[in-house]
């Protein structure tokens, strides 16, 4: 039976083709979903009007495509609905949990690098948190255009994730607006996530530090956070994250070392364990090996 609470999505912003871990994490999201009988929804998260690119808006979802990878309903372009993520935020605004920041780049990077307590290191230590409305009329009259922040209280946030197991980390008080007046990743992906509802996130494990935010964010806006799996990245030969500097990391590139889109979904299968990686399979193949409940073991280099 499906589990409609288990509805999945996979949400790439189009700033460069999808490499082999991109493309790994996205079967795993497809294959959580499917698994479940459920819904698997993909949103192009374009918010970056500067680092986004058209070829890869649609460049992306054919690379999906190509290895069998289908999803429900349109595409959905995250600037598309950009109304719904600032009526969020003017209901954090209306609550009296926002604050401008009008700290440059500059100045949030050296206030950050240094230890605030109990805050983990790179959080913002509220430098702005309680300026004087005198205060504020120099900063703007300076020039500086603000950003909009959270007053997050000093929050500290517990969650149970499938891959990871306990995580909990505090809540800093995060962007929720930017400077040029754009929602702010965080609270743009939250938002949209509980419109599309979205009952399961799985992702890489570079994200992991973020789900915190975004559940107390969830929870300040009365809607149910989904449940998250966080998983490996897939690395370089030299350890690091898998880079276009790495060679043949996209699809593009196999196919013209004589790689099919086939080759390469029996690849990223082997590296989950679901398939040798010579083996002939297809996504529907790979359904019935996956098991949710089983522990993942992920190859992580390319």
């Not at 409609?4 to 493309?23: C, D, E, I, K, Y």
């Not at 600037?79 to 009008?102: K, M, N, Q, V, W």
């Not at 909990?168 to 929602?183: A, F, K, N």
Request: proline content about 9%; glycine content about 8%; hydrophobic content about 40%.
């Amino acid at each position: 039976m499906a589990d409609p609470n288990a509805t999945g999505r996979f949400a790439p912003s189009p700033t460069g083709p999808l490499h082999l871990g991109n493309l790994r994490t996205a079967l795993l999201a497809w294959l959580f979903a499917r698994s479940a009988g459920a819904r698997f929804l993909l949103r192009i998260e374009d918010l970056d009007p500067v680092a986004t690119r058209e070829e890869h808006v649609t460049g992306q979802p054919a690379d999906l495509a190509a290895l069998g990878l289908d999803w429900n309903g349109p595409i959905e372009r995250q600037s598309e609905h950009l109304d719904r993520s600032h009526a969020a935020i003017a209901r954090l605004e209306a609550e009296g949990l926002t604050y401008p920041c009008y700290c440059t780049r500059r100045e949030i990077q050296e206030a950050a690098a240094a230890p605030h307590g109990k805050d983990p290191m790179g959080a913002y230590p509220g430098t702005c948190r309680d300026l004087t409305a005198a205060e504020r009329d120099e900063r703007a009259a300076s020039g500086r255009r603000p950003a909009l922040r959270l007053r997050a209280g000093d929050v500290a946030v517990a969650f149970e994730d499938r891959l990871r197991g306990r995580v909990e980390g505090r809540v800093d008080d995060l962007v929720l607006r930017r400077t040029d007046g754009i929602p702010a990743y965080n609270l743009a992906v939250v938002v949209d996530d509980a419109a599309q509802g979205v009952g399961e996130v799985v992702r890489g494990d570079d994200l992991l530090p973020s789900t915190p935010r975004q559940i107390h964010l969830a929870r300040l806006l009365g809607v149910e956070p989904p449940t998250y799996a966080h998983v490996p990245l897939v690395l370089g030969p030299d350890g690091t994250r898998l880079a276009k500097r790495h060679g043949a990391v996209t699809l593009a590139d196999r196919r013209a070392r004589g790689e099919s889109p086939s080759d390469v979904l029996a690849y990223l299968a082997s590296t989950l364990g679901l398939a040798r990686p010579d083996e002939p399979v297809t996504p529907t193949d790979l359904i019935e090996r996956f098991d949710p409940t089983e522990p993942l073991v992920l190859d992580p280099r390319d």
